[in-house]
């Protein structure tokens, strides 16, 4: 149980388009979801807090007009970068919670975006 | 404030064993262990929660020293399948609905 899909798996587009990354919960409602980047070799970054039904909590740096971040429904949030420019370029992973109260986060494949 | 890991990297050969450390300089609520294969997600290892607690599971197991902030991942008889980037996530906020990730230790084990 407790499975999270991300799509696309990977993504290459133009300098200056818009990308959206989806992230499912397939088998159960996660009410926070979580979106990471991670740029080769380092750590994962926490980018912002995504609750279902309200706005997301960006980390500070995180530009929220950038990186709009949509929690729709109890098993979707999407993440979509605006305006995407080549240091954009990352792995970004999704990481939702189970329920309240847990502490497990389970971690999406992540999308490989390319900006050329 | 990122949690510091030491080593950053390590090469065991199989059946060796290996620590890795996750230092904090804030207070923790709980401690995270992930395994990260090059190029995927991470796989969730186990948590440790306030009250100094050591866990284990198979040859993988963890302590954690809330005075001191520390945490440490200790890895016995390591296999092919260990290699792999190890994070510690930190609880800072006492909801663990949020981690601060450390800054890794890449593992290789050889034959």
């Known amino acids: 149980g407790a499975v999270v899909s991300q799509h696309p798996s990977w993504v290459i587009c133009k300098s200056g388009t818009s990308v959206k990354i989806e992230c499912r919960s397939l088998?159960?409602?996660?009410?926070?979801m979580f979106w990471y980047r991670q740029f080769p070799k380092q750590s994962l970054m926490l980018m912002a807090t995504?609750?279902?039904?309200?706005?997301?909590?960006?980390e500070q740096g995180v530009e929220k007009d950038k990186f709009l971040i949509n929690h729709a429904s109890l098993t979707l949030s999407t993440l979509t970068v605006t305006s995407a420019h080549p240091e954009d370029s990352s792995f970004y992973i999704c990481?939702?919670?189970?329920?309240?109260?847990?502490?497990?986060?389970?971690f999406g494949p992540g999308t490989r975006l390319t900006v050329t | 404030q990122q949690p510091v890991q030491s080593p950053q990297a390590v090469i065991l050969r199989e059946g060796e064993d290996a620590v890795i450390n996750c230092s904090s300089s804030?207070?923790?609520?709980?401690v995270h262990w992930y395994r990260q294969k090059h190029g995927e997600a991470p796989v969730f290892l186990m948590i440790?929660?306030?009250?100094?607690e050591q866990k284990g599971h198979d040859k993988i197991s963890a302590s954690f020293n809330e005075k001191k902030q520390q945490s440490s991942l200790y890895l016995t008889a390591s296999q092919l399948s260990y290699s792999g980037t190890y994070f510690c996530g930190t609880d800072l906020t006492g909801t663990a609905s949020k981690l601060t990730f450390g800054t890794g230790t890449r593992l290789q084990v050889t034959l």
């Open positions: 804030k207070a923790l609520y709980s």
């Open positions: 088998d159960f409602q996660a009410t926070t």
């Open positions: 995504s609750n279902e039904g309200s706005k997301a909590t960006y």
């Open positions: 990481s939702a919670l189970t329920g309240i109260g847990t502490y497990e986060q389970y």
């Open positions: 440790l929660l306030k009250g100094g």
